[in-house]
């Protein structure tokens, strides 16, 4: 081999690596995947984009599934009670970094949204003891309910295809039907939080 095909190879192999690389580094920002029987984003019906946001048009969206359950403070919440209410639905774990530095600005946004008709449901998987959750809750000031989940049963509730969560955390937002609207895998900042809900807020 010529000394000019080898520079190329050797260009376009550390090109790879880097790529691979970069790649892991995304995978790692945020916590890892989640217990989840979904399939991928990319035949949701939505469109993804490098940051792993998804929003579906209203023609295309799907049922989210019953998420009843009980609490991390162990009293049973009802998903029907939500019927006609916008929800955002956030996965965490306490043992989760980025779940931590996003749950200031959930908390804001909760109790900013609540009085035009926006609610919030944590989703709190892999923490086997539930006062790991609490602590949690009561650490960051969170304002909504979570439902305990630790082995990930009801995120395997989530249909094949839909908008399912992949990674801790996942954060959801579910319009008036109870249809899944809108997802963005990893953290979410305040901001970010906001432009998600608000364009579901404004259907009819």
């Given amino acids: ?32 995947p989640g217990s989840s029987g979904g399939g991928s984003s990319d035949d949701s019906g939505g469109a993804r984009s490098e940051n792993a946001s998804a929003a579906v048009p209203v023609a295309d969206r799907k049922a989210a599934p019953d998420l009843s359950g009980t609490t991390t403070r162990g009293k049973p919440l009802d998903f029907a009670d939500y019927k006609g209410k916008v929800v955002v639905l956030n996965v965490w774990s306490s043992t989760c970094g980025p779940c931590g530095a996003e749950a200031p600005g959930f908390a804001k946004v909760a109790r900013s949204t609540g009085g035009a008709g926006v609610r919030f449901i944590g989703i709190d998987t892999r923490d086997p003891d539930r006062s790991q959750a609490v602590d949690f809750e009561e650490r960051h000031h969170v304002p909504y309910p979570s439902l305990s989940d630790p082995t990930g049963k ?38 970010a939080l906001r432009a998600m809900i608000e364009p579901v807020l404004r259907e009819k």
Wanted: glycine content about 8%; proline content about 7%.
């Fill in 154 to 191: 009801l995120l395997l509730r989530f249909p094949q295809g839909s908008l399912n969560p992949q990674l801790i955390p996942t954060t959801l937002v579910l319009d008036r039907k109870g249809r899944l609207a809108a997802r963005m895998l990893g953290p979410v900042d305040e901001d």
């Fill in 1 to 32: 081999m010529s000394a000019a095909p080898a520079r190329r190879t050797g260009r376009r192999r550390t090109a790879l690596l880097a790529a691979a690389a970069a790649t892991g580094a995304a995978v790692l920002s945020a916590c890892g």
